[in-house]
């Protein structure tokens, strides 16, 4: 499994910027997972989002803009996802305070959400360094605000779901530990697995620590 390893310096970040900067290019409406998950998706027309306070930004967990007729994956710490008609969720002002996405059990919350493409895989990390693609295919659409299913057979060897992602052949994923160590690797190289599956190892971290995000970037102009 061909990666790259380096030390990622940890400083100030400013998520609202990056959101603000990606909406500018999209006259559409979006999807707002909340980390909790308690009332968690608001979908939100382009006008009124873009004039919103960086504060109401910066309570959600991600922010996706969702075309016609796409279904949304919401995925949780404890394993478990859902998949949903974007219809599902209509269209309200920046201060609503949306609607329930995915029921969760005690203790669990959102660690990410994405749309369900044709085609694509969901990428699914754990806090211990395993993971694996599912595909999309294999999420079966349901109405929203229920429980969800199982996305990943969690066991004391891979630890919970630290982050989840919806992937292509074409990207590459980097993974980030919170030790400060960053992996680059091609997302082809993860084996497509099923749902209820431990995955494989895809970093290998050191004592007592843990992945704490993955971010997808372009693929390596020297591969």
Not at 30 to 38: F, I, S, W
Not at 86 to 102: F, P, Q, S, W
Not at 114 to 129: F, P
Not at 164 to 170: C, Q
Request: with cysteine; charged share 25%.
């Amino acid at each position: 499994m061909a990666m790259t390893k380096q030390k990622l310096e940890f400083g100030s970040w400013e998520p609202d910027a990056a959101i603000y900067q990606g909406m500018q290019a999209c006259e559409a409406c979006n999807v707002l997972p909340m980390k909790r998950g308690y009332r968690p998706m608001a979908s939100l027309a382009y006008d009124d989002f873009i004039e919103a306070a960086p504060g109401r930004v910066l309570a959600a967990l991600s922010a996706k803009f969702v075309p016609d007729e796409v279904s949304t994956i919401i995925a949780t710490h404890d394993g478990s996802a859902i998949c949903f008609d974007e219809n599902d969720v209509r269209c309200m002002g920046r201060e609503a305070v949306g609607v329930r996405g995915i029921r969760l059990r005690e203790g669990d919350f959102v660690v990410g959400a994405g749309l369900a493409e044709e085609g694509k895989a969901l990428l699914s990390i754990t806090e211990n360094g395993y993971g694996k693609r599912t595909d999309v295919s294999e999420y079966s659409v349901q109405n929203r605000g229920g429980m969800g299913m199982k996305n990943y057979n969690i066991t004391e060897k891979t630890g919970f779901v630290a982050d989840v992602k919806v992937v292509s052949e074409s990207d590459d994923l980097l993974v980030i530990s919170d030790d400060g160590t960053i992996i680059r690797m091609d997302v082809g190289s993860i084996s497509v697995l099923g749902r209820s599956t431990q995955g494989v190892r895809i970093m290998r971290l050191t004592d007592g620590a843990k992945v704490i995000s993955i971010a997808l970037t372009d693929k390596d102009s020297e591969e």
